[in-house]
């Protein structure tokens, strides 16, 4: 069709499947000079018919990333659906808002929240993308220290943190330092905070601002697993 916008062959099939699209690939086909002939779809009824697709070379990492594919996603599905096209936009601002509140260390959490939408929207289609009160309950799981998403991420990163300590600190002579000094206590929960003796903002702190006891929202005096082990 004249003027219609340059996107994968694979992802434009599932725009039509009402389906949540692979930025990704979507960035990879924006950037790569190089395609894969091999991938093939499937049409039904024993017929598949074979693609030339870019390689996934792009990885959606950072703001601007995922910015581009999602301009790019919305072009897209805008051209097949133009009745959408405001209620795109509206998404992209409402996503937008949480790249710029949050700090760039945590972006990872958006992008995951991000994919978690889309998947709702492709399982309740009759669901719209500017329906924000519908992601609040994905938006505290993954954006909330106290969301199960994020607590899960949390406790991630303080095993390894832990871990990579325990391996410093055997057969000595190693020449460096302890993972938690090279990480600049990323990952870690911010002891002056729950002394209330930080003088940094949430997204200024290269540590969490999180109880150092369970990684809760409140400061460890007023952490019930604390009281209870006293």
Not at 183 to 196: I, L, V, Y
Request: hydrophobic share 30%; net charge positive.
């Amino acid at each position: 069709t004249p003027g219609c916008p340059v996107f994968p062959l694979s992802q434009w099939t599932l725009l039509l499947e009402g389906r949540a699209p692979d930025l990704e690939k979507v960035l990879s086909g924006h950037y790569s000079t190089s395609i894969d002939p091999k991938q093939s779809q499937p049409l039904g009824k024993g017929f598949e018919i074979t693609l030339s697709q870019p390689t996934t070379t792009h990885k959606v990492k950072t703001y601007g990333d995922w910015s581009i594919a999602t301009d790019l996603w919305v072009e897209a599905l805008s051209f097949i659906m133009p009745w959408k096209e405001s209620e795109l936009r509206g998404y992209k601002r409402y996503m937008s808002g949480f790249f710029v509140d949050v700090h760039y260390n945590l972006h990872s959490r958006i992008l995951n929240f991000d994919k978690a939408c889309r998947l709702k929207i492709e399982g309740q289609k009759y669901l719209q993308f500017n329906a924000i009160t519908e992601f609040r309950r994905l938006e505290v799981s993954h954006l909330s220290s106290l969301g199960m998403v994020a607590f899960s991420d949390l406790q991630q990163l303080s095993s390894s943190s832990f871990s990579g300590e325990k391996s410093f600190g055997k057969g000595g002579g190693t020449g460096r330092k302890s993972s938690r000094s090279e990480s600049s206590g990323r990952g870690e929960p911010c002891h002056n905070w729950n002394r209330r003796a930080c003088d940094k903002a949430t997204n200024e702190c290269p540590r969490f601002h999180v109880c150092s006891k369970c990684r809760g929202g409140h400061k460890r005096g007023e952490c019930p697993l604390a009281k209870n082990s006293k």
